[in-house]
Nanobody, 126 residues
Framework: EVLLVESGGGSVQPGGSLRLSCAASGFTASSGCMGWFRQAPGKGREGVVTVAKDGDTTFADSVKGRFTISFDNNKNTLYLEMNTLKPEDTGMYFC????????????????????WGQGTQVTVSS
């Protein structure tokens, strides 16, 4: 069974920072693609960043240079460090994962992500 549990969301002022965590069970960084999606109120889900099992990353243009993704193998936890936060970053953030077999070192946002966490809310406002 694969389980993804996010934490670390909260409220922060514009320009602030926040780090989200995704504790994974039954899935490791070497299993396939992992990443983060978000959903603003009244809008659909949009990809934030993904990371392939070889370490290649794909960032949304809106967060490039501000967000960083990392994985702690000992804790089997995926992180999203968000800096210089903007009100536009507000939304529910979801940790996602997709098992991958042979091949594939690139994880585009449009690909299927089979597993999703419950989400953690991020609110950026003054």
């Amino acid at each position: 069974e694969v389980l993804l549990v996010e934490s670390g969301g909260g409220s922060v002022q514009p320009g602030g920072s926040l780090r989200l965590s995704c504790a994974a069970s039954g899935f490791t960084a070497s299993s396939g693609c992992m990443g983060w999606f978000r959903q603003a109120p009244g809008k659909g889900r949009e990809g934030v960043v993904t990371v392939a099992k070889d370490g290649d990353t794909t960032f949304a243009d809106s967060v490039k240079g501000r967000f960083t993704i990392s994985f702690d193998n000992n804790k089997n936890t995926l992180y999203l460090e968000m800096n210089t936060l903007k009100p536009e970053d507000t939304g529910m953030y979801f940790c996602v994962a997709q098992p991958m077999g042979f091949g594939g070192s690139w994880c585009p946002f449009a690909m299927q992500f089979e597993y999703w966490g419950q989400g953690t809310q991020v609110t950026v406002s003054s």
